[in-house]
């Protein structure tokens, strides 16, 4: 920039443009595999930005890692740990996805957000670095760098990583990790991951890595057979829990809530066996139930008000779930079902999971250009139970005032975009749509 003949700095970009660019990596789409990710923190780490040992697969990060991957769970058990960890004192990196308002909700360093200001630097640190690579990295390889290299700069004891996708060639299994966690599989981007739960498995399985510990959540045979050859082959310790936890109450509503904790705390109880003393994590009886009791995780069976619950569920297992959950709270009591599902997602087996706990059904038009046509889902929920009264409403707002007119209790669900977007109308922030909007 020239002002007066003489040379004057761009200001540095700000939160909002330095989003827009990540939000123009979509372009790339997807693309499994770690080589970008290696070759980003790789050069992040000679560049001064990050702490790592490179190695020849893996990067070695300064901090206890655990590592998670599954089709439903994942999330829940990963801010399980993460609180656990923070009522016992140490300072935790939770890396998640995907977000529900803001896009600071993925990375959280010790509960906290990162901030505009460090997103935006880190982001632009990272644009400069990547300006001309090819293969260009990905909106999720770039997510995953930015993560670990602000945990780097705040000074964390442990990072809590979700996987994006899959888990062999996901971009977060680039890191060295501590204890690898695998929640429930089922089917769920099959387009990415194979039609059988076998080959599904094969994926989420390939975050096993030689002699690190294996914890995981009960699994149908055909998975079940794939991560116990999975974890021979690496000579991994491998515990299966099968048992829930009902030690202490949990803040996440829902029997499933409680397999869930049962793998948190087995992942904790792995990391505090870790051979190295200083990788060791150390957590008690005592931080346990504070942790699981003051958890707050969004969009997981969320009550909003005393008539509505939001949940995120987006395929037919996670739809079973919650079906079943809603039976525990609300026993034969039917819901106004306000429903958004994404157009890649089963939508036969979500809408077939959610019918019979269902009195009528509310579609409303959101803003995600991923998502069904209310007239599709409306199409199958008839084929399902040409009974069940339908409506189509042009918004999120209008479908909420159809819903509370009726005298049932409402069941927001179907996508966690859906999710994210009914939470950002009620709290009236403006919401992921607005915030990635160029």
Not at 17 to 35: C, N, V
Not at 126 to 140: E, G, M, S
Not at 248 to 275: E, T, W
Not at 390 to 413: D, E, G, M
């Amino acid at each position: 920039m020239n002002v007066g003949g003489a040379s004057v700095p761009r200001p540095p970009p700000t939160y909002k443009e330095a989003l827009a660019w990540l939000y123009s990596l979509q372009r790339f789409g997807i693309k499994l595999g770690l080589e970008n990710t290696r070759r980003l923190l790789d050069e992040l780490s000679r560049s001064g930005g990050f702490q790592a040992a490179v190695g020849d697969l893996e990067i070695a990060l300064p901090w206890k890692v655990i590592h998670v991957a599954g089709t439903n769970g994942k999330g829940s058990v990963c801010a399980m740990i993460d609180s656990i960890c923070r009522v016992r004192g140490y300072r935790t990196g939770l890396f998640t996805s995907p977000h529900l308002i803001t896009f600071r909700e993925r990375i959280r360093a010790n509960g906290e957000m990162i901030s505009e200001e460090a997103a935006a630097d880190g982001l632009t640190t990272i644009r400069n670095l990547v300006a001309d690579w090819d293969p260009h990295p990905t909106f999720f390889e770039v997510t995953t760098a930015l993560a670990l290299k602000y945990f780097s700069e705040t000074n964390i004891d442990v990072a809590i990583l979700e996987t994006g996708l899959g888990g062999r060639l996901d971009a977060t299994n680039a890191v060295q990790s501590d204890v690898s966690v695998i929640t429930q599989i089922d089917f769920d981007h099959e387009e990415w991951l194979g039609n059988t739960l076998a080959e599904i498995a094969t994926e989420k399985a390939g975050i096993i890595k030689p002699r690190i510990p294996v914890v995981c959540a009960p699994q149908r045979p055909e998975a079940e057979k794939v991560i116990r050859a999975r974890a021979a082959d690496c000579e991994a310790p491998l515990q299966f829990v099968t048992e829930s936890y009902d030690g202490s109450p949990i803040a996440l509503r829902g029997h499933y809530q409680k397999q869930n904790a049962a793998v948190a705390i087995a992942a904790l109880r792995a990391a505090k066996a870790c051979p190295e003393l200083s990788r060791r994590i150390d957590v008690d009886d005592s931080a346990i139930a504070r942790g699981l009791v003051t958890i707050d995780w969004p969009a997981r069976f969320q009550t909003w008000d005393d008539r509505t619950i939001i949940d995120g569920a987006h395929n037919p297992a996670a739809a079973r779930a919650l079906a079943e959950t809603w039976r525990e709270v609300f026993g034969d009591q039917k819901a106004t079902l306000v429903l958004a599902v994404l157009s890649d997602k089963n939508l036969r087996g979500i809408c077939g999971a959610l019918a019979p706990i269902t009195d009528s059904v509310i579609l409303p038009r959101i803003r995600s250009e991923r998502a069904a046509a209310p007239e599709a889902l409306a199409k199958v929920l008839s084929n399902i139970t040409p009974t069940l009264p339908c409506s189509i409403a042009p918004t999120v707002r209008k479908a909420l005032n159809l819903a509370h007119a009726k005298r049932n209790p409402i069941l927001v669900t179907g996508s966690l975009h859906f999710a994210g977007e009914v939470l950002a109308h009620l709290s009236g922030e403006p919401g992921a749509f607005e915030e990635c909007a160029q």
